[in-house]
């Protein structure tokens, strides 16, 4: 970067007139209300503005008060989040509506450093609610900051790295307009979500297009850097559905693992998929299923799910009991199958279900 700190204010002029002509009209803009910003905050994390938006109306309609959300049941909050991915966030949601309702007499917290503390808010979501509810003057640095200012200025460290991190936050600080932090917030988050978008930036109508050191030089595409790659994890999931007339068993993820208190069916994991006598060899069917008549009826075709950092591919295997075995463990639950819709699954279960006719195959 070659600019000097006095020549920086071209960026704030730039990005707020900008701002001025392509402000997009969303529920939480302008919301003072720093219940329904962190609500907003947490459901845009890591998820895009169309996929989240009908989210955030859902939770505002069923939890208007953050004391609502506090007292309502983790299968409910899970329910409603279905679907849209990394759940620590809503359990954290629910966490931190409990604590501001019943450690902080149901007072949102007024600082940035107590802000901070709260479950589930990391640097980033603590600046947007401190600078939109507050106007308080912290910086917002997410994917779309660390994009737009590696393009203008050229920086090249990368943005996983300590110094990379350090060098950006420092940046984002200098250039913010301290005055309307929380405009200047919204401006940055919008012109990178829809100008100087990671594929394709809209460079011919930009106004940073004579400063913009990536346009020169050519390295739009390869802005801004990442030294890491990451690798995923392939996990293999064979699912038994283990049905005795209208009951079929579930199971509620209860360990500290991916998609942690969502419900799944009865799982045996393993380096690949497994084939009928494979499964039936396992020491899990054998306990589940030991002295019970069953017959494997469907198997379903492979599904896959890509996570952050795992790649999920899973079979569904149906099998048919007459009767269910004398003791079931505790951690799998009889249920109606009428009553499948009111618990809270993962994705690729979700898909499962509604695809399940199209793809389910005789053994
Ligand atoms: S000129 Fe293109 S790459 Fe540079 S900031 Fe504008 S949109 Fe982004």
Redesign the pocket.
């Known amino acids: 970067m070659n600019e000097k700190t006095t020549d920086l204010s071209f960026f704030k002029k730039g990005l707020l007139k900008w701002f001025k002509n392509n402000d997009r009209p969303l529920p939480w803009k302008g919301e003072k209300n720093p219940y329904y910003i962190w609500l907003s905050e947490i459901i845009l994390q890591q998820t895009r503005v169309e996929q989240g938006l009908p989210y955030f109306e859902k939770f505002k309609r069923h939890f208007p008060t953050i004391k609502k959300l506090a007292d309502a049941s983790e299968d409910t909050v899970m329910k409603l989040w279905e679907g849209l991915g990394y759940y620590s966030r809503a359990r954290n949601l629910h966490a931190t509506a409990k604590f501001i309702t019943y450690n902080l007499d149901g007072i949102f917290p007024t600082t940035h450093e107590e802000i901070l503390k709260l479950k589930g808010v990391g640097p980033y979501t603590a600046a947007a609610i401190a600078s939109f509810a507050y106007g308080l003057p912290y910086a917002v640095v997410d994917g779309n900051v660390y ?2 200012l590696s ?2 200025f050229g920086i090249e460290t990368p943005i996983d790295s300590t110094p990379g991190k350090k060098q950006f936050a420092q940046l984002a600080d200098q250039l913010l307009a301290k005055r309307t932090a929380g405009v200047y917030n919204q401006a940055i988050m919008d ?1 990178g979500a829809t ?3 990671p594929a394709n ?3 011919t109508i ?4 004579k ?5 020169a030089s050519d390295r ?1 595409s390869s ?1 801004p850097v990442k030294s890491k790659k990451l690798k995923k994890r392939e996990r293999y999931f064979n699912y038994l559905l283990i049905k005795c007339g209208d009951t079929i068993l579930l199971h509620k993820r209860t360990e500290k693992d991916i998609w942690q208190n969502l419900y799944d069916f009865p799982l045996i994991e393993a380096t690949t998929l497994l084939s009928k006598e494979e499964l039936v060899a396992t020491d899990f069917f054998e306990g589940l299923l030991e002295n019970t008549a069953y017959e494997f009826t469907k198997r379903s075709k492979p599904f896959k799910q890509l996570l952050t950092h795992q790649k999920i591919i899973a079979v569904f295997n149906e099998i048919s009991l007459k009767k269910l075995p004398k003791s079931i463990p505790s951690l799998f639950i009889p249920v109606n199958q009428k009553n499948i819709p009111k618990f809270a699954f993962p994705k690729i279960i979700d898909w499962y279900l509604k695809d399940k006719s199209l793809y389910l195959e005789l053994f």
């Open positions: 994009r737009v393009r203008v012109f100008q100087c978008t930036p809209n460079c930009c106004p940073f297009q400063k913009c050191v990536a346009l739009i802005l």
